[in-house]
């Protein structure tokens, strides 16, 4: 099966959600999209430490609450997004490798290998915070 695109309105719908989740005060330590084999499409991982503090079907109401108060219809679903907790293996070594990195901004693709314990395909990313 062919990788699908990730095209400028996925991009643009994750930067718009992710401002609105800042604007809410949902704490986000990575957010990014990632292309991993098994998901066959992209997804939007958000981590954040609400997934350790309250689990994670409390982060995905809070998210779909924040996607349901936007005065414009945003460009991404809740189905796109995966949230996890800033202690995944993925998600800790992102952090590990690119939070402090000079280099690293908003709109840095990843890809083409092994992040913690998963291989990314491909990845685009706006905020990978230590």
């Known amino acids: 099966m062919d990788k699908a695109t990730l095209v400028s309105i996925d991009i643009d719908g994750g ?49 779909q609450a924040v996607l349901r108060k936007a005065s414009r219809r945003l460009s991404i679903e809740l189905a796109q997004i995966t949230v996890v907790s800033p202690k995944d293996p993925v998600i800790r070594d992102l952090r590990r490798r690119f939070g402090k990195a000079d280099w690293f901004v908003d709109g840095t693709r990843i890809g083409g290998q092994m992040i913690g314990d998963r291989f990314v395909e491909d990845g685009y990313f706006y905020r990978v915070k230590r």
């Open 15 to 63: 930067r718009d959600l992710l401002k609105l989740l800042d604007k809410a005060r949902f704490k986000v330590v990575v957010a990014g999209w990632f292309h991993v084999p098994e998901f066959f499409d992209w997804r939007l991982w958000i981590a954040s430490p609400v997934y350790d503090s309250e689990g994670m079907l409390a982060a995905l109401r809070k998210i």
